[in-house]
């Protein structure tokens, strides 16, 4: 029994003890909650402080608030002589010492007050405030401190526009977005235009305009993307042929050449092309130059089809032979359909017209940088199709289209199939015929200009038809400009027929002819109803028909429309030369080499400065149609199957091999369809695109990369232990000459035989190192640990040294040489 009550005596016991470890746990529980009471009751006190504080602040300020006697207070704190000491309106302003304003006859330092209202501007925590106090977007890039635009250095009305010494919201020169903004700030603020001041606030929609002043010379501006479409847009569509443009200075023309025109299309086709191109190719880049709101009466409209007939006269009559071979072999259309569809033509060309609903992008652009193929064959025979394929630069020397090397019997099954690519419904409408009549007055008009009525008329008599269609033509190619976009025989060196638009963006508002049409007085409004329909301004007014606006129709939608205008809005005169972009050597070789990159539609395939791949849809649709795989499983190897990513060109490759590869391409990755294709680069040309992937990477020495190492007996062994199955077993992957791996090509890598001509040396070591660095999604797997490098490697080569190891692996396959094809390329 003693036992039975000593073991109750030690379960209370243990009991109690346990007890009271809760009741310590919960005494200490209780302690941290009197705690953390007494700290939020601490704070509530300072808030409420706070509060006191800024109610006070508030009652002083607010005339809602303030008694009799704080008025009268504040209305002498504001009195002249009186507010020096401590107003209680005080402006506060950011004064741009580097950045001069112009005032006629002197330049003193630009002065922004908006800080007087958008007192939260640069600081983040106002970002969800309602205005004039939120914060600007994207502080990391603008007017934060630390941001490439700190507001101390930049302002605001540097890119923005406006009035910076303006204190109110008119004066600051404040543009609505749209007419019902406007109607909105008429009522809430009093707003309107403040008249007679050229620089007002860019409105939101067009605020990326301020980018361009200090980035004109940048291909791509960063996080400008309506400015970049806008840019892209007047690159495709050739507005710098007719029109100045400084950015543009040596762009080539972005039309085919005419002068052997004979010998691809009919007079038929080109009639009917001329007069209406968008009834052939509805997504056609060739603007409309008749049947406008300016020449759409009957009278205009018969003297058009007169003048058409004379235009294309005049440029079949000045047209040479094209020696064109004949076409060895028939073609199958099935054969040149995958050949299209898997060479790369889709990173330049479409075959299917674009969807109207399809936004317009840099990447759509690009796979417009030639004609769209649909209709083709309604429009060419198959034998010129044949010899432009074979050899593009034998037609048109100065084409951007390159060469893709294709055999006779590949060209043959192409031609084949574009040829079979028919619209028969385009073309069965005739053609007016020739009036005579009608040819005789255009003729007279043009005479009449430098001669007498009596004078002109004899002449006229005197000509044939012949003489007079190819008379008026020659004049009419001259007052179209149509020698602007085409190379057209007889006008190698006529200058653009239209305005300079360098400065478009500058052109005072008194100087722009709205003529009868009732859009609000301003640049934005101007060019968005110029873009719209160029000859809208001749409405109401009577002219001579060599008197009309003549500037053709590129019928832009609305989005193209504010696209384009937000970049005139950019071409401004006064740039603040203080902020422009450094033209250090580095930054003119980046910028030719975007320019060259741009021309030549190299990110039609390729991924540049994280930018390009246009083509990888097509790819994709190549690998669904031809390799019996699902949309998934496409998506999924795409990247495999396309041209190769460039970023990091400039470091990986060495500079000689670069432009003999440019020059003369070669295969590297045998296993894909799609080619590198022969441009008529220029040797400048090809030394700038060089240059161009060096300065992206900060590599120097151009020249110098070449490998010169000796190679010891011991490193030649590790090397090839590393290589080997036993080890990284590498050829797993690689091409080793004529040796191919196994599996699917789709894990397939470049050719090791030529990285002794091709690679760096210093890049190869930074790849076996860790290509995720370089490479971020890389298939290359990393055999070296980064995080912890000193013991990733194997440790019976080369004593565990992981940096002898990368040594020997790289001077062993700087040691291999490219043999003929069956032979595997042995170790030097």
Known sequence: MLAGLERQLAELKLAVEQTGQRLAQRQKAADDCGARLAELERRERGFQQKTKILQRKLDKID????????????????????????????????????????????????????????????????????????????????????????????????????????????????????????????????????HHWEKPMLSKQYVEAGCFQCHAGQGTIKGAEKLNLGL???????????????????????????????????????????????????????????????????????????????????????????????????????????????????????????DPSEALTRDTLRREQGPNFSGLGSKTSKAWL????????????????????????????????????????????????????GIDGIVLDFLTKSETLDSAKKKVAAMSRDEKLSFAGEKLVRHYGCF????????????????????????????????????????????????????????????????????????FNDEEIEAVTTALLGFVKDAPKAKIVPRTARDLDIERGQELARVFNCQGCHLIEKDGGAIQPAVGQWLVDYNNVSANEAAAVIPSFSPPNLIGEGKKVQAQWLFNFLHDPSTIRPWLKVRMPTYAFAADELNDLVKYFAALDNEESLFLEKFHGAITPEELDAGAKLFSKDYFDCAKCHIVGAQMPGGSPENWAPDFALARSRLKPQWIDEWLKNPQDLLPGTKMPTYFDPAGFEASGPEDILAGDEHKQIRALRNYLMSLTPQPHGQTPPAQ
């Open 232 to 354: 892209s847009i007047i690159e495709r569509s050739g507005c710098y042929t007719c029109h100045t443009i400084n950015r543009y200075k040596n762009w080539p023309k972005p039309g085919p050449d005419l002068t052997k025109l004979s010998s691809k299309i009919s007079k038929k086709w080109a009639y009917q092309w001329i007069q209406s191109p968008r009834t052939f190719r509805p997504d056609t880049w060739m603007p409309a130059f008749f049947d406008q709101s300016n020449t759409s009466d009957p009278e205009s409209r018969k003297r058009n089809e007169q003048e058409i007939h004379a235009i294309v006269a005049y440029l079949f009559a000045n047209n040479p032979e094209y020696p064109a071979a004949s076409i060895p072999l028939e073609g199958a259309i099935q054969k040149g359909k995958e050949i299209v569809s898997s060479v790369g033509c889709m990173g330049c060309h479409r075959i299917e017209p674009r």
């Open 63 to 194: 005339p809602g608030a303030m008694n009799f006697t704080n008025r009268i207070a504040q209305m002498v704190r504001d009195l002249p002589i009186i507010d020096l000491a401590n107003p209680n309106y005080k402006i506060e302003q950011i004064v741009l010492k580097d950045i001069p304003e112009d005032l006629n006859f002197s330049k003193v330092p630009t002065v922004d007050r908006c800080v007087t209202c958008h007192q939260g501007i640069a600081d983040q925590d106002y970002k969800d405030a309602s205005q004039p106090f939120r914060a600007h977007p994207n502080l990391e890039l603008y007017l934060g401190n630390d941001s490439a635009h700190p507001i101390d250095e930049f302002g605001c009305t540097v890119c923005h526009g406006g009035r910076g010494r303006g204190t109110d919201f008119v004066s600051a020169a404040h543009t609505p977005a749209s007419a019902q903004q406007a109607e909105e700030w008429e009522e809430k603020y009093g707003w309107e235009p403040l």
């Open 386 to 437: 044949y010899n432009w394929l074979k050899n593009p630069h034998s037609y048109n020397p100065r084409t951007k289209m390159p060469n893709l090397r294709l055999s006779d019997e590949e060209a043959a099954h192409v031609a084949a199939y574009l040829a079979s690519l028919r619209d028969d419904v385009y073309g069965q409408t005739e053609v007016p015929a020739v009036d005579e009549a």
């Open 484 to 555: 602007a976009c085409h190379a057209i025989a007889g006008f190698e060196n006529e200058k653009p027929i239209g305005t300079e638009l360098t400065e478009e963006g500058s052109r005072p508002v008194d100087r722009l002819d709205f003529g009868f049409v009732h859009i609000d007085h301003t640049r934005p409004a101007w060019f968005a109803q110029k873009l719209k329909d160029p000859r809208v301004f001749d409405q109401g007014k009577v002219k001579l028909h060599d008197e009309k606006l003549r500037m053709p129709n590129f019928e």
